[in-house]
């Protein structure tokens, strides 16, 4: 089992920069895939990026695609998400979540990952 908390929302103009990170607990962090996930209000909440338990494969959702960049540390058993460019419609609470079962194209989907954190707030404004 793992433990996820995040940390690194706020608020921030229009162009701006966020680094959120997501620390696990335990010591079997790089045996799990991870992935961010948002939520806006009154929305459903909707895949972000994913990077594979070895950190070499990662993934992205179109609307963050070329403006945002997941990474991890397994030595430090945190993850990353690098937001540049940002915009008003990224304005969510963005989650990171875990997998330890492996399930081919299936990254984008929310109920395949087992463990959650408890979301971090990222307000841009226009």
């Known amino acids: 089992q793992v433990q996820l908390v995040e940390s690194g929302g706020g608020l921030v103009q229009t162009g701006g920069s966020l680094r959120l990170s997501c620390a696990a607990s335990?010591?079997?962090?790089?045996?799990?895939?991870m992935g961010w996930f948002r939520q806006a209000p009154g929305k459903e909440r909707e895949f972000v990026a994913h990077?594979?338990?070895?950190?070499?494969?990662?993934y992205y959702a179109d609307s963050v695609k070329g403006r945002f960049t997941i990474s991890r540390d397994n030595a430090k058993n945190t993850m990353y998400l690098q937001m540049n460019s940002l915009k008003p419609e990224d304005t969510a609470v963005y989650y990171c979540?875990?997998?330890?079962?492996?399930?081919?194209?299936?990254?984008?989907?929310?109920?395949?990952?087992?463990?959650w954190g408890q979301g971090t707030q990222v307000t841009v404004s226009s």
């Open positions: 979540a875990a997998r330890r079962e492996y399930y081919t194209g299936t990254y984008y989907l929310a109920p395949t990952y087992a463990y």
């Open positions: 990077i594979t338990r070895s950190g070499i494969n990662t």
């Open positions: 335990g010591r079997t962090f790089s045996s799990y895939d």
